[in-house]
């Protein structure tokens, strides 16, 4: 299993933990109150070297490219000019972390989606990225492949992930730990919090 790495060099990227998730909207994720304190706990640890990610979808279906016009199609409630705007916003306490915490909007399920991140988190140094929020089986999943794609060490707060899938947040907890062993490591919130300082 890889180390932790969790010093100077570590950033935490929260993914996606808006309002548009945690309200009782087509896209509610269930567990994300639940997850929210300990996103919170690693948010607070290092507030200045945390990036909170918000997916925001295109203003209408027939803006999106390729095959995200039938995804928006199938959720045309979800697009910006149906979607109450406030929706987009962090959740609670999360929102006045920022500033020192940075704010980064991506329109696909990756953080590297956006193309200005990774050559951001590199020109502050960081090797290693904890990956913490929604969800597990979504949007984290493409932003660790991403992040292993560009060269970063994942660490994995199992207790700071959320889904709305049972089953499928359970499978890719497996084939985290199981296929990825060698660049990524999971661990707690707790733990987490008492290394990182």
Same mark, same amino acid.
């Given at each position: 299993? +890889?180390?932790?790495?969790?010093?100077?060099?570590?950033?935490?990227?929260?993914?996606?933990?808006?309002?548009?998730?945690?309200?009782?909207?087509?896209?509610?994720?269930?567990?994300?109150?639940?997850?929210?304190?300990?996103?919170?706990?690693?948010?607070?640890?290092?507030?200045?070297?945390?990036?909170?990610?918000?997916?925001?979808?295109?203003?209408?279906?027939?803006? +999106?490219?390729?095959?995200?016009?039938?995804?928006?199609?199938?959720?045309?409630?979800?697009?910006?000019?149906?979607?109450?705007?406030?929706?987009?916003?962090?959740?609670?306490?999360?929102?006045?972390?920022?500033?020192? +915490?940075?704010?980064?909007?991506?329109?696909?399920?990756?953080?590297?989606?956006?193309?200005?991140? +990774?050559?951001?988190?590199?020109?502050?140094?960081?090797?290693?990225?904890?990956?913490?929020?929604?969800?597990?089986?979504?949007?984290?999943?493409?932003?660790?492949?991403?992040?292993?794609?560009?060269?970063?060490?994942?660490?994995?707060?199992?207790?700071?992930?959320?889904?709305?899938?049972?089953?499928?947040?359970?499978?890719?907890?497996?084939?985290?730990?199981?296929?990825?062993?060698?660049?990524?490591?999971?661990?707690?919130?707790?733990?987490?919090?008492?290394?990182?300082?």
């Amino acid at each position: 299993m +890889a180390p932790l790495g969790l010093d100077g060099s570590a950033f935490h990227v929260a993914v996606d933990m808006q309002r548009l998730f945690a309200e009782p909207t087509d896209w509610h994720v269930p567990w994300l109150p639940k997850v929210l304190p300990q996103v919170t706990a690693i948010a607070e640890c290092r507030p200045e070297r945390t990036v909170f990610t918000r997916f925001v979808p295109p203003p209408t279906p027939e803006q +999106a490219v390729g095959a995200w016009k039938d995804y928006y199609r199938r959720w045309r409630g979800m697009a910006r000019d149906r979607l109450d705007p406030a929706l987009l916003e962090l959740v609670e306490p999360l929102r006045r972390l920022v500033p020192p +915490a940075h704010l980064v909007d991506k329109s696909g399920y990756s953080a590297f989606s956006n193309p200005r991140l +990774a050559p951001a988190l590199r020109r502050r140094g960081a090797t290693t990225l904890i990956v913490s929020g929604g969800e597990t089986d979504v949007c984290v999943m493409a932003t660790i492949m991403g992040a292993l794609d560009h060269g970063f060490r994942v660490v994995l707060p199992t207790d700071a992930l959320c889904s709305s899938v049972d089953r499928t947040h359970d499978a890719l907890l497996e084939v985290y730990r199981s296929r990825f062993g060698q660049q990524l490591a999971t661990t707690t919130a707790e733990r987490i919090c008492a290394r990182w300082t």
